[in-house]
């Protein structure tokens, strides 16, 4: 496959400093961030009291409402965590079809660029029928050179199998974060029970589905042999304007099940075709549904 162009805009890269990566779990997490937890520790907004213990830090007691009640009891303030975000790449050949690829790579550069400026934990992790080497970065938007240079030889190729991904994450026994996976979830295996399995071991899912317009409403017709790009595997069918519309509603109905997952498990979905700009759906779709603020 021919390596396609990879570049991101430095004007788009400086309206994306306007935003922040947002999550809607509270997870334990090293102090830094930017999101509120429920967990209580050192920070600045006030979060509870608790009845004074022995060894607790008497500096966090509030002397006020023991002049009033005679009473020791512990200001507890609300930590904002530093919680890992890893963005799963799907590196699979089924994404070279169309602009999705170079698509893919884009909304991942801008996504990171957004965490890196807000100093987030980044990790950028491709993946085919394995986990591949990822990328970690943090530290500020003069870290993004790295970045770029990472995906940019990246090339989209090989088989997918993502429930194998996922033991091999959840095996390595990783701090729990927001997953966020990048994909068209297009395939011969079952993308949902690997996805709950990663909800269910506490991390957050933010799922961006992408296909390009061909893929969701065929314009072929008549008599057809199609090839699954991954599998090499051959079906004959008729296609007519009536199997046209049925495949669209299954097309939609399937990404109504991602929709459903991601909500269920306190998590987000976006659906964007590639007719839509990387800009637009960054400060239109990823805003919208408060994955970015």
């Known amino acids: 496959m021919a390596r396609s162009e990879f570049k991101i805009e430095r004007a788009f890269l400086e309206r994306l400093e306007r935003l922040t990566i947002h999550w809607q779990k509270s997870f334990p997490g090293v102090v830094g ?6 967990f209580s520790g050192p920070g600045q907004e006030f979060l509870d009291h608790r009845n004074f213990s022995s060894g607790d830090d008497l500096r966090a007691v509030n002397w006020r409402a023991y ?6 009891f512990l200001k507890l303030f609300q930590i904002e965590p530093r919680v890992p975000i890893r963005i799963f790449l799907d590196a699979s050949e089924s994404m070279s079809l169309g602009n999705k690829w170079d698509y893919a790579r884009r909304l991942a550069a801008a996504i990171t660029y957004v965490g890196l400026v ?3 934990a980044m990790q950028l992790i491709p993946f085919r029928e394995e986990l591949e080497e990822g990328l970690a970065c943090g530290g500020g938007r003069h870290r993004f050179s790295p970045v770029a240079d990472f995906l ?7 088989k997918t199998d993502f429930s194998r991904v996922v033991r091999e994450f959840l095996g390595s026994g990783r701090q729990r974060g927001l997953v966020i996976v990048i994909s068209d979830f297009l395939g011969e295996e079952d993308w949902l029970k690997p996805l709950q399995y990663l909800a269910d071991f506490g991390h957050e899912l933010t ?5 390009d317009d ?8 008549g008599d057809l042999e199609i090839t ?10 008729t296609f007519d304007a009536k199997a046209r519309e049925q495949y669209t509603v299954s097309f939609d109905e399937y990404c109504e099940s991602l929709r459903r997952l991601a909500l269920r498990n306190q998590g987000r979905y976006t659906g964007l075709p590639t007719s839509t700009s990387v800009e637009d759906a960054v400060f ?10």
């Open 152 to 158: 940019g030889p990246l090339e989209a190729q090989g």
């Open 214 to 221: 061909d893929e969701r409403t065929p314009s072929a017709e």
């Open 207 to 211: 799922l961006i589905q992408i296909w």
């Open 67 to 72: 002049m009033r009640l005679e009473k020791l």
């Open 118 to 120: 807000r100093l987030d």
């Open 284 to 293: 239109g779709s990823l805003v919208a549904t408060q994955g970015l603020r």
């Open 228 to 237: 699954e790009v991954e599998s090499g595997k051959q079906v004959k069918l």
């Open 33 to 38: 961030g930017h999101n509120a937890s429920r």
